[in-house]
């Protein structure tokens, strides 16, 4: 049954179908061939709705649609004004300072492909101009945009939150250690490779240039403030954070900067009305493919197979690094998220793994995917917004991916990366 589940999901995927086409048909076939036909079709339908009940996934729409409102307003380019002011005249410092800009909105939106857009579609042009290649200006932009996975908020943490019932405020936490270690890692990277090349530096800003960047960032800059303050205080939970960032969102581009129109309203609502409408179908689709799979044991087969039960809490790490980085290459990362969770965890339940750690590592792997040739989503997001072939958009990514991959051994060798700040605020 899995063989041909799996080769019915591989030619489709070949002929061009988007991902929930072959997974709902992977499913069904699946279904027939456990249930010996349609006549329970209602208990598969009934597991679909009941992967988009959970109470934390409305976090997932008011997220998206915070960070619509910022990609189109000022967010973005005071956050990059701001950043430039301070690191723009050092050596590599307008490659740091894309780095930097990417982390900085991705805490505000939690959005890879919007951060993609925001950031990268005023910096790369500055970026080419000071001499940097086009290779290494695109693998820089998707890369550090993919650092918004693990900056809160995060979707990835979201998804992986609903399905293991791993605290998501827990999870928030654990993933700002992460993701400012990969933030210094690009950014050394950045300074060796401008020195290398030769490359000039940016004017240097006075301090009173500073000054007026650093005010007028400073509304944008409370989106983190929000987030982490809220959620570590106390004040609310995660998808209380989420409303409270629209609201935000929405006072500071409509009333306080005057950058959008009411008239936006609409062109904002159906835009994230689409996003939503996609990633609820995979959150259904996903969760009803998982359950088949489960139900006629392929998981374990496949675990049994790989000998996993008799690996120590470092091989499990390993292998699930292993197998949502393969993953991620082809898939979606919140319907690899869906599908492989459920089949590691039994695994990690055994070995006694901290779940926020392996929520980290796995949504560590979804950002590195994301970013991996052949099939990685942000690399088709730069395609389309920047207008360049698929080759040139995936020649720089080596290194960065290296980077990303020994951002991960160090997880699993050094936990507390992770988890220092997690224990701080709820231990």
């Known amino acids: ?94 490659a740091i300072s894309t780095a930097t800009s990417c982390t900085l909105f991705g805490a505000v939106s939690g959005s890879t492909q919007a951060t993609v857009v925001a950031v ?50 827990e999870l928030f936490i654990a993933g700002i250690g992460p993701g400012l270690m990969i933030l210094v890692m690009f950014s050394i990277y950045c300074l060796i490779y401008a020195r290398v090349n030769n490359l000039p530096t940016e004017e240097k800003s006075t301090w009173r240039q500073r000054g007026v960047a650093m005010r007028e960032a400073l509304w944008p800059l409370f989106f983190p403030v929000i987030i982490v303050g809220g959620i570590y205080g106390g004040i ?45 179908i995979l959150v259904a689709v996903g969760t009803g493919f998982s359950w088949i799979i489960s139900f006629a044991q392929i998981p374990q087969a496949i675990l049994d197979a790989v000998g996993i039960s008799d690996m120590g809490p470092v091989g499990v790490m390993i292998t699930i690094c292993v197998a949502f980085f393969i993953a991620c290459m082809f898939v979606d990362p919140i319907v690899v998220i869906l599908v492989l969770t459920p ?3 039994p695994a990690i339940a055994s070995s006694g793994i901290d779940p926020v750690l392996v929520g980290v590592l796995i949504t560590l792997q979804v950002a590195i995917g994301s970013a991996t040739p052949p099939f990685g989503c942000d690399i088709f997001t730069a395609i389309a917004i920047f207008k360049r072939p698929y080759l040139e958009v995936i020649r720089g990514t080596p290194p960065f991916v ?26």
């Open 343 to 345: 089949i590691f965890a």
């Open 236 to 280: 609310f939970s995660p998808t209380e954070a989420a409303a409270v960032c629209v609201l935000y969102a929405f006072l500071l581009e409509f009333v306080v900067f005057r950058s959008l129109k009411l008239a936006d309203i609409y062109r904002i609502a159906k835009s994230t009305g689409l996003i939503t409408a996609v990633v609820f």
């Open 402 to 427: 290296i980077m990303l991959i020994s951002a991960a051994g160090l997880l699993i060798a050094f936990p507390q990366i992770a988890l220092f700040l997690r224990d701080l605020a709820f231990r």
């Open 120 to 169: 990268g579609s005023p910096l790369r042009p500055k970026l080419l101009k000071a001499g940097y290649s086009d290779p290494f200006s695109l693998a820089l932009i998707i890369n550090s945009s993919d650092i918004a996975f693990l900056i809160p908020p995060s979707i990835g943490f979201i998804i992986y939150g609903v399905i293991s019932e791993t605290s998501i405020a």
């Open 1 to 94: 049954m899995a063989t041909i589940m799996m080769l019915v999901m591989i030619g489709l995927l070949l002929l061009g179908f988007p991902m929930m086409v072959p997974l709902i048909t992977g499913a069904v076939i699946g279904f027939v061939m456990t249930f010996d036909g349609f006549s329970q079709m209602g208990t598969f339908v009934q597991q679909m709705m009941g992967g988009i009940r959970p109470a934390s996934l409305i976090a997932v729409p008011m997220f998206i649609l915070a960070a619509d409102i910022m990609t189109r307003g000022q967010s973005a380019d005071r956050l990059i004004n701001m950043v430039m002011a301070f690191i723009g005249h050092v050596k590599g410092g307008l």
